[in-house]
């Protein structure tokens, strides 16, 4: 089937690798049902917004420009779009008066003319790269509107697509949809692709005329069909384009999307003991072989290299870790941990902007921020650095194969020496030469005897204290 479509699409002409396309996102809603002070499409599923996740299929799908619509004064819709797309285009709609209102916001985009122009919502994260190419290789079968169907297990809400035979006539909104248009079960999954040389004749007619008084994309296919051009649907499961209308809705493609991730980890090698307690984000890098024990929460930005064992309760961030490394249980690395091969990182250690080299190791209850710790070295139980000084952060750096005893605290800025020993308990608050021992500490004191004479002392006051206590008032 994909053959047929591919040799088709080539007899329209131009393959479609050689037609150029414009994507519009439209962003710019109120999203009024989250409840919400955040935009909506600034809500983040597996780490990243709505929007970063709609604009990465739109460029995984190759060839295409990318314009948002934003409503006014949105910044930091503005600021998202970019640093997912440097090269974005940004249109504003000057009020949210419906999603056709909004497509035409982009006017000066559209009258630019893209061989196929998509209209995409930016609240439908789960868009495949590969549905975005499915709707423009119809649009080469000779539609002049595609539509993207699906059958929801709850349609409460979405368009319901009316059919005539295999012929699309009209998408329905549920408020101004009839009961028998209701209980159709083809929804609208609000992807829309247009022939970008009739895409602005079409939108142009599009009118106000139904309950809400806002502009509808969906009468696009009335529009279209009133200018003598074909409209077609393209069916796909409800996973590729559930809307997030609602905080529930957010949380079920949350689910639908860890699911995806985890499947698609695991297709690539790596073991996820019970996958749905591990938590993925859409950047996830997890290398072959690698373990993954339950209840592991990955945040963005995190690669993990082949062989490495990530151990229950352990939390990531922007971290790196090496080939056959292990961390956890109960670790935490933090943006900027950089860990190489064969570290250990165990119970209660916390990670920060460290580098922490080639087989070095911290097994218990320490914090590792702003420093170095060298290949080899061991950083031992309950040692800290301690790098923020109320104002400002400073670095450790502790040389390769360096031993830092239990509870030592490096003051920093501090360096340790290549093969340097800190001395259990040392309070470091100068550099450490290579191979020296530093001990920073207060002297035990040993004396002999004075427990027992203690103990002796004490206990003798309580009694007097009882007597006392008891004795009858005069
Ligand atoms: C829309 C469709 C519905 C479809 C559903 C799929 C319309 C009229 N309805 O309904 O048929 O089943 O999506 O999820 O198209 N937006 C603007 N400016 C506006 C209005 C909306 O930019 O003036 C943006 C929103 O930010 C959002 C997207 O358009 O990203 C969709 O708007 P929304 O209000 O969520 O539409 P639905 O009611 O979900
Ligand atoms: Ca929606």
Do not use: W
């Not at 591919?6 to 690798?17: I, K, N, Q, V």
């Not at 539509?147 to 998408?171: C, E, H, K, Q």
């Not at 930005?301 to 870790?321: K, P, W, Y």
């Amino acid at each position: 089937m994909g053959k047929r479509r591919e040799s088709s699409a080539h007899r329209g002409g131009r393959r479609l690798g050689d037609r150029n396309c414009l994507a519009i996102v439209l962003a710019a809603g109120e999203g009024s049902r989250l409840r919400s002070a955040r935009p909506k499409v600034l809500h983040a599923i597996a780490g990243q917004s709505l929007l970063a996740h709609v604009l990465a299929a739109v460029r995984a799908a190759g060839n295409c420009r990318a314009a948002v619509v934003v409503a006014p004064g949105a910044d930091a819709v503005v600021d998202e779009a970019r640093a997912a797309m440097p090269e974005v285009e940004i249109h504003v709609q000057a009020q949210p008066r419906g999603t056709a209102h909004a497509v035409l916001a982009a006017r000066a985009a559209l009258a630019r003319t893209a061989d196929d122009v998509l209209v995409i919502f930016g609240d439908t994260p789960l868009l495949r790269p590969q549905t975005l190419l499915r709707m423009r290789a119809a649009l080469a079968e000779g539609a002049a509107v595609v539509v993207l169907g699906f059958r929801p297990s709850d349609p409460t809400g979405y368009g319901r697509l009316v059919m005539a035979g295999s012929d699309l006539v009209a998408i329905r909104e549920e408020l101004d949809a009839s009961p028998a248009e209701r209980a159709i079960t083809l929804c609208n999954g609000g992807l829309m692709a247009f022939v970008g040389k009739t895409a602005l004749a079409i939108l142009e007619r599009i009118g106000n005329d139904n309950r809400k008084g806002e502009y509808y994309l969906t009468d696009a296919i009335a529009a279209a069909r009133a200018m003598g051009l074909r409209a077609a649907v393209i069916e796909t499961e409800e996973d590729d384009v559930r809307g997030i209308n609602t905080r529930a809705q957010l949380a079920e493609t949350e689910a639908a999307l860890q699911q995806r991730l985890r499947k698609a980890a695991m297709e690539a090698g790596a073991t996820l003991v019970a996958p749905e307690t591990v938590f993925l984000a859409a950047d996830t890098r997890l290398g072959r072989d690698v373990v993954v024990e339950p209840f592991v929460v990955f945040g963005p930005g995190v690669t993990v290299e082949d062989n490495a064992v990530i151990r229950s309760f352990s939390h990531l961030e922007r971290a790196h870790v090496g080939a056959g490394a292990r961390v956890g249980p109960y670790a935490r690395l933090r943006p900027g941990a950089r860990l190489g091969r064969d570290v250990h990182i165990g119970n209660f250690v916390e990670i920060k902007e460290a580098v922490i080299e080639d087989g070095a190791k911290a097994n218990h209850l320490a914090y590792i921020g702003d420093a170095r710790l060298g290949a080899g070295a061991n950083f031992g139980a309950g040692a800290i650095v301690c790098n923020y000084d109320g104002v400002a952060k400073h670095r450790t750096d502790i040389g390769k194969g360096a031993f830092i005893g239990s509870n030592a605290a490096l003051v920093a800025p501090v360096k340790v020496g290549e093969g340097a020993y800190v001395a259990t308990g040392s309070v470091i608050t100068d550099d450490v030469p290579p191979d020296a021992l530093a001990i920073a500490r207060g002297r035990q004191v040993v004396k002999k005897s004075r427990a027992a004479r203690l103990r002796a002392r004490k206990g003798a006051g309580r009694k007097a204290a009882v007597k006392k206590r008891r004795a009858p008032a005069r």
